[in-house]
C-alpha cells in the first residue's frame, strides 16, 4: 500500500524557535497534500492543502505567516512552525493522495511538537 | 459544511463480541466515505474507503456500509479482539469536494 513518511516523529523546541516538519510520499507520486493538526481527545483539524507547485490554500482561522507550507515536489511537502509558541503544541499530521489512489487518504505517523 | 457525528464515543467490550460503530453525516452529496484507525499518539491507517457508487466494502473481520440518503455509514467489527482496541475515526468530504471532514472518533477497548 502507499506509504507516507513524516519527519521528525517528535521535537522539542524553545518558545520563538521555528521547527520544520517534513512529509514525504515514499512510492507514490502526492497530487496533493493535507496538514492537519490534532489535539489530546480531539478529532483531526485540517489546516491546509497543498498542491505541487502552487501555493497553499490554507483553512479559515489558520495562519499561513505562521504555519508556511511549501509543496516542492511530487513526494515532498514541507510545514515550518514560524516563531512557535506553546500554545502550538500539538500532533501535526500529514497525508496525501496520489493520481490512482481515488481520493483515498494515506496519513502519515505525525509529528508531536512540544514547545517550551 | 459537512458535520459529522461518531456514536458511541467509547465503548469497552470483552474479547470476540461483534460490534457496530455509526457514523452520521448532514451533507449525503459525497464522493466518498473513509474508515480509519488511530492508535494512540500515532498517525492514521485507512481501513476502508467506500465510493459513492458503493453500499459496502469488506476487509477481513471489517464491514462497512453506506446509506447516503440517510447520511450514514456503519462500521461493523466481526469477533473483535485486543488489538482492536483504538480509536476509530469516520471522515466524509462535503459535497463537491474531496477534503475530508472527521468524525471526533469512538475510543474503543477490548479487553480480554
Known amino acids: 500500500g502507499a506509504v507516507v513518511s513524516q519527519h521528525p516523529s517528535w521535537v522539542i523546541c524553545k518558545s520563538g524557535t521555528s521547527v520544520k516538519i517534513e512529509c514525504r510520499s515514499l512510492?507514490?507520486?502526492?497530487?496533493?497534500m493535507f496538514w492537519y493538526r490534532q489535539f489530546p481527545k480531539q478529532s483531526l483539524m485540517l489546516m491546509a492543502t497543498?498542491?505541487?507547485?502552487?501555493?497553499?490554500?490554507?483553512e479559515q482561522g489558520v495562519e499561513k505567516d505562521k504555519f508556511l507550507i511549501n509543496h516542492a515536489s511530487l513526494t515532498l511537502s514541507t510545514l515550518t512552525v514560524t516563531s512557535a509558541h506553546p500554545e502550538d503544541s500539538s500532533f501535526y499530521i500529514c497525508?496525501?493522495?496520489?493520481?490512482?489512489?481515488?481520493?483515498?487518504?494515506?496519513f502519515g505517523p505525525g509529528t508531536r511538537l512540544t514547545v517550551l | 459544511k459537512q458535520e459529522v457525528t461518531q456514536i458511541p464515543a467509547a465503548l469497552s467490550v470483552p474479547e470476540g463480541e461483534n460490534l457496530v460503530l455509526n457514523c452520521s453525516f448532514t451533507?449525503?452529496?459525497?464522493?466518498?466515505l473513509q474508515w480509519f484507525r488511530q492508535d494512540p499518539g500515532k498517525g492514521l491507517t485507512s481501513l476502508l474507503l467506500?465510493?459513492?457508487?458503493?453500499r459496502e466494502q469488506t476487509s477481513g473481520r471489517l464491514n462497512a456500509s453506506l446509506d447516503k440518503s440517510s447520511g450514514r455509514s456503519t462500521l461493523y467489527i466481526a469477533a473483535s479482539q485486543p488489538g482492536d482496541s483504538a480509536t476509530y475515526l469516520c471522515?466524509?468530504?462535503?459535497?463537491?469536494?474531496?477534503?475530508?471532514?472527521f468524525g471526533r472518533g469512538t475510543s474503543l477497548i477490548v479487553h480480554p
Open positions: 497525508s496525501a493522495t496520489g493520481r490512482d489512489s481515488y481520493n483515498e487518504q494515506f
Open positions: 512510492d507514490f507520486q502526492a497530487t496533493t
Open positions: 497543498s498542491n505541487e507547485g502552487s501555493k497553499a490554500t490554507y
Open positions: 451533507d449525503s452529496a459525497i464522493y466518498n
Open positions: 467506500i465510493q459513492s457508487s458503493q
Open positions: 471522515a466524509v468530504p462535503s459535497g463537491g469536494s474531496y477534503i475530508p471532514t
